[in-house]
Structures are given as structure tokens and as C-alpha cells.
């Protein structure tokens, strides 16, 4: 115990500094993130076939599958995914 009270976990250089540790509020701070639109951001991936509505639409399948005559236009290759991805995607500013 050290003088005032508390126990030592270790000198200052083999524990860290606490900017250091990442928890959940911390994850992506400092990296590059994908906006909102993006097939990864947080609107885009929702219409990926992983997503609430591209998952719903593969249920329904025929056209409106990702393989279908109106799901392909919405793919990151389709011509309203593609258009998206390339106008609103991509990458965003570094956070913090």
C-alpha cells in the first residue's frame, strides 16, 4: 500500500496511459468510418441483403432479390446502389 491508502498495479510505464485502453465508447475514435450512405454506414447497410430492408426483400425474393429484375439496381453495382455508393459513400472524416 502506498502512503495514501490505495494499492500500486505498477509504475506508470507498464500500465499505460488511459487514452490507451479502448472500451466500447472509445472503439472508433481516431479511424476512418464509412458515412451514412455508404454499404457499410449506418442508412447503406440497411439495404444489404443483411440488412432490415434488403434482408426483408430477399424473403420475398423474385424481383425484388439481389439477384432480381428490380433487387440488382440496388446493389453497390446496381444502378441506384452504384449511384449512391459513388455520389453519398465512401469514406468519412476521421472522428476525433
Do not use: C, W, Y
Not at 441483403?49 to 439481389?66: F, M, N, R, S
Amino acid at each position: 500500500m502506498s502512503s495514501h491508502g490505495s494499492s500500486n498495479t505498477g509504475s506508470k510505464t507498464s500500465t499505460g496511459m488511459s487514452s490507451q485502453v479502448k472500451t466500447p465508447a472509445t472503439a472508433g475514435i481516431g479511424e476512418d468510418k464509412p458515412k451514412m450512405f455508404d454499404a457499410q454506414g449506418s442508412i447503406g447497410k440497411q439495404f444489404t441483403e443483411g440488412g432490415a430492408i434488403g434482408g426483408t426483400a430477399q424473403k420475398v425474393g423474385g424481383p425484388l432479390d439481389k439477384e432480381g429484375m428490380i433487387g440488382k439496381q440496388f446493389t453497390s453495382e446496381g444502378s441506384i446502389g452504384g449511384s449512391v455508393q459513388s455520389t453519398l459513400g465512401g469514406q468519412g472524416s476521421r472522428s476525433n
